[in-house]
């Protein structure tokens, strides 16, 4: 004879849980058997607890920092494993290799990309997903104008340097920097210089030499003139 027991809302339910099965014949002084008693520990699936840069924005070919997230609970060890698409409507592809805690995603190509991770256990088997990470990748700022070089006399009035850009729709910042020599090396940033035009002094003769920063508030990307 086979005793079996479905599986019933009660496994839904952490806890142990202990469970024996009584065969009685029919007949007369056939008697009973009893099995022996069966073990059942029903543990909580992990839960994350910690989303690490869930959105972030930045140039084609600048630093993004890693998706990163921290579970807790369950049983066994955590193991990992990152997908992505372009869309959230359509298929996730598995991410090969991204199988750490942490995954840095490339930015080589325009566009905004959806991640998610999916923490598995040994053992068991229990499993919890996590939230979507977006990644937006902006197309590079670049140069318009340039400034330009010249030659003038101590004390002459000078012609202010300029800069102009395209390809970011966002708040910019500007620093103009001066050094005595043609090399970012030692470079000093002119204090007040912070927009997009700066009168360089003719008080000393000699050479300097002026570039600007530009850094893009929303995405963090940065490019310098000539």
């Not at 699936?45 to 084609?60: A, K, R, S, Y």
């Not at 409507?89 to 998610?116: D, H, I, M, N």
């Not at 999916?118 to 499993?127: D, K």
């Not at 939230?131 to 010249?150: E, H, M, R």
Request: aromatic share 12%; charged share 10%.
């Amino acid at each position: 004879q086979t005793c079996a027991l479905p599986i019933s809302s009660a496994f839904l339910s952490v806890g142990n849980y202990y469970y024996y099965c009584t065969i009685t014949m029919n007949g007369s002084n056939c008697g009973s058997a009893t099995s022996e008693v069966a073990h059942v520990e029903v543990v909580a699936d992990p839960i994350i607890v910690e989303h690490q840069n869930l959105v972030q924005t930045t140039c084609v070919n600048s630093p993004l920092q890693s998706l990163g997230l921290k579970a807790n609970g369950g049983s066994g060890a955590f193991k990992y494993q990152w997908f992505v698409t372009n869309d959230t409507t359509q298929a996730w592809v598995k991410v090969e290799g991204a199988t750490a805690q942490l995954y840095e995603p490339a930015s080589t190509e325009v566009g905004t990309r959806y991640f998610y991770c999916e923490v598995s256990q040994t053992g068991v088997g229990c499993a919890v997903v996590s939230k979507f990470y977006q990644v937006n990748v902006l197309t590079a700022p670049q140069f318009v104008s340039q400034p330009l070089s010249q030659l003038i006399c101590k004390n002459d009035t000078t012609t202010s340097l300029g800069v102009s850009y395209s390809g970011a729709n966002e708040k910019v910042a500007y620093q103009w920097f001066v050094n005595s020599a043609q090399t970012l090396e030692g470079a000093q940033a002119i204090v007040g210089a912070t927009k997009s035009t700066y009168k360089p002094q003719s008080k000393l003769a000699g050479k300097m030499y002026y570039y600007c920063l530009l850094t893009f508030e929303t995405s963090g990307c940065a490019v310098r003139s000539e």
